[in-house]
């Protein structure tokens, strides 16, 4: 049974970092393009950034800069790091796994980052 699971959400500050996390199982991570998506109430999941099987990265360009994705195979594990939080990156984050072959796809059931004063 494929799992992922988010961590490492929470309440923040406008400025602050967090860094989220989210562990696979029940995959070849290895193999799988891995992902980070977020939702914000009223509005349509929209693409965070990507990182490829290989370690290739993509990001949403007004993001680029202060979000960075990473994977650590090992742990089965992807990570987004967040700095210079703001307000408007409020929302549920998800996290995202496909086979870059059959286009297959997972998702995790998401963990909320609330950026407020």
């Known amino acids: 049974q494929v799992q992922l699971v988010e961590s490492g959400g929470g309440l923040v500050q406008p400025g602050g970092s967090l860094r989220l996390a989210c562990a696979a199982s029940?995959?070849?991570?290895?193999?799988?393009?891995m992902g980070w998506y977020r939702q914000a109430p009223g509005k349509q999941r929209e693409l965070v950034a990507r990182?490829?099987?290989?370690?290739?990265?993509n990001y949403a360009e007004p993001l680029k800069g202060r979000f960075t994705i990473s994977r650590d195979s090992a742990k089965n594990t992807v990570y987004l790091q967040m700095n210079s939080l703001k307000p408007e990156d409020t929302a549920v984050y998800y996290c995202?796994?496909?086979?870059?072959?059959?286009?297959?796809?997972?998702w995790g059931q998401g963990t909320q980052v609330t950026v407020s004063s």
């Open positions: 029940g995959v070849s991570f290895s193999i799988y393009d």
């Open positions: 995202n796994a496909i086979h870059p072959v059959t286009m297959t796809e997972y």
């Open positions: 990182i490829t099987s290989g370690g290739r990265t």
